[in-house]
């Protein structure tokens, strides 16, 4: 073993894989404990790995057997009376703590950790100068963050992906390394060396254990996925987070770098692929995770997505979700306007709304989103809403940190009751339209004020293959049936709200029409610009 390693730390290695030196220890299941009970087998079958003895409390006969088990391992031998190590046992430890299992830094990572060195991500902004006019498949620009971030951390940070980094359009990674790759590399391969450092094979739980290793040994990554397919590993997510919640609890654990996961080709955006690909699953999840640890974004665009990513690269013991899809999307903000956002959690959408045309006052409607694709189709219908029934006043919020919705005692991100009804009011009905299930929404409202006011709407497992629009359709939180709601929820209409409900529902039947004729979205929808309705 240590020539192999010597042959390839020095250069010598001729490429190939060695073969490792390997000892395998085949044990029979229960070994050590009683062969035979009560007639029978129970070394080597299924029944050791149950309880063996289960009348201990209660039957003489079970009691006897486990004190003779116990006393089969010849404890005298290995523990003093006081019940200190014998020196027989101490004799086999190292001089040095820091080679024994316990005392390694490696098992207590964050004594190793280095913060990263990472680019100023404000140099990497997408100028919008008018809003939603042009699109950006946002996570390039998160590629082009870690590309620095590789260049700039040689020997602590990593992207690890099931064969998706180009896919998710992050690939901007392979400008700067390849991927690990011990096998015999063939002239047909690319981005394939032993000197990679981009880990990438096709199994979600082998890339998300090798990144939950890479944290709890000091170093910093990026997990990135279909979302999907970020259920096929949540139960490591699961574990990951208890493991760092109790972690917390003990003075001597270091910090570590956190669990971060981007789940992209997301549920609204995969109609390509069809229902199999489409679930917002994770997100779910997030929101039950013990509240000292979750973190979960849902950046608008490209420049909300280098704020977020940036916050994550930089935080220790979360796990921070990042919730943004690969496709062309419009861009919202400028910079600045990114980081402010980021900053508060949620915000009012002024321009996206028309309260400065009414005056001082509550809305007639808040309409809020959270995510990119429910984002697009609330301003859209806002939009609509501004256009076709000008007389309603209404308030658009969009919410980039989904925590912040809970109160301040629910969560350490949770907003304070006085901005929370600063953005929602006290009584205003509110349309939610979230990238999520709708469920999530009410269970973020809990305990805020008249919480039965919000309607969410969301991702209500309706998916097939078809086009993107048909997605929102389907799952009922297009821009049509956002300004339905807002109309049906309002206290109080202007002239013009049933004929405008009438519309909408008409631009819904002529939905299914053309895109069964046409195979695409109509028009108004496929080529959609903020200001062009």
């Not at 994770?282 to 916050?311: C, E, F, H, K």
Request: with cysteine; hydrophobic share 35%.
């Amino acid at each position: 073993i240590k020539s192999i390693q010597e042959a390839a730390r020095n250069g010598s290695w001729d490429g190939k894989r060695p073969v490792w030196p390997m000892i395998i220890l085949r044990t029979p299941k229960g070994w050590t404990g009683p062969e035979e009970f009560e007639g029978k087998k129970m070394e080597g079958t299924w029944r050791s790995h149950q309880v063996p003895l289960s009348g201990v409390k209660n039957n003489p006969e079970h009691l006897a057997e486990l004190e003779e088990w116990m006393r089969s391992y010849n404890i005298d031998e290995l523990f003093n009376a006081d019940g200190s190590p014998t020196d027989l046992v101490l004799a086999a430890n190292p001089d040095d703590v820091e080679l024994t299992m316990s005392g390694t830094p490696y098992a207590n990572g964050g004594k190793l950790m280095k913060p990263l060195d990472l680019p100023d991500f404000r140099e990497m902004a997408v100028p919008v100068v008018e809003r939603a006019t042009e699109k950006v498949e946002s996570t390039r620009k998160l590629g082009e963050l870690m590309r620095e971030a590789y260049r700039r951390n040689p020997d602590n940070f990593r992207l690890f992906c099931p064969d998706e980094a180009n896919s998710n359009r992050i690939g901007a990674v392979f400008e700067v390394s390849d991927r690990t790759w011990m096998e015999e590399v063939t002239a047909d391969d690319e981005k394939l060396s032993r000197n990679g450092r981009v880990m990438e094979v096709l199994s979600e739980h082998l890339t998300h254990g090798w990144l939950e290793a890479y944290n709890l040994t000091g170093r910093h990554g990026l997990f990135a996925t279909y979302e999907a397919f970020a259920m096929v590993s949540a139960s490591q997510t699961i574990q990951h987070s208890k493991w760092l919640q109790e972690a917390n609890e003990l003075d001597w654990r270091a910090e570590i770098p956190s669990l971060n996961i981007l789940v992209s080709s997301t549920a609204w955006r995969n109609d390509h692929n069809g229902f199999s690909h489409q679930g917002p699953g994770m997100l779910q999840l997030l929101l039950n995770m013990g509240t000292g640890i979750g973190r979960a974004y849902l950046p608008p665009d490209a420049n909300s997505l280098l704020a977020v990513s940036d916050r994550c690269f930089r935080s220790t013991n979360y796990v921070n979700l990042i919730v943004q899809d690969k496709q062309p999307q419009p861009q919202w903000l400028t910079m600045d306007e990114a980081i402010d956002h980021l900053e508060k959690g949620a915000s009012v959408w002024e321009w996206a709304g028309n309260e400065d045309e009414f005056g001082p006052g509550d809305p007639t409607i808040v309409m809020a989103c959270a995510g990119d694709i429910p984002t697009m189709e609330t301003v859209a219908a806002a939009e609509i809403i501004k256009k076709k029934l000008p007389g309603m006043k209404v308030r658009v919020v969009n919410v980039i940190d989904l925590m912040s919705l809970r109160r301040p005692k629910d969560h350490p991100h949770g907003m304070s009751e006085t901005y929370f009804r600063e953005l929602f009011t006290d009584e205003v009905d509110v349309i939610f339209a979230f990238h999520g299930y709708p469920g999530g929404v009410h269970q973020l409202m809990h305990g805020r004020p008249d919480q039965d006011r919000f309607r969410a709407r969301g991702f209500i497992e309706q998916g097939t293959t078809t086009t993107p629009f048909d997605m929102v359709v389907k799952n009922k939180i297009s821009r049509y049936h956002l300004v339905m709601d807002a109309i049906n929820n309002a206290k109080s209409l202007p002239k013009g709200a049933e004929d405008l409900k009438k519309w909408c529902q008409s631009q819904l039947d002529r939905h299914e029409d053309y895109i069964r004729e046409h195979l695409e979205d109509m028009p108004e929808v496929r080529n959609w610009k903020l200001g062009e309705l």
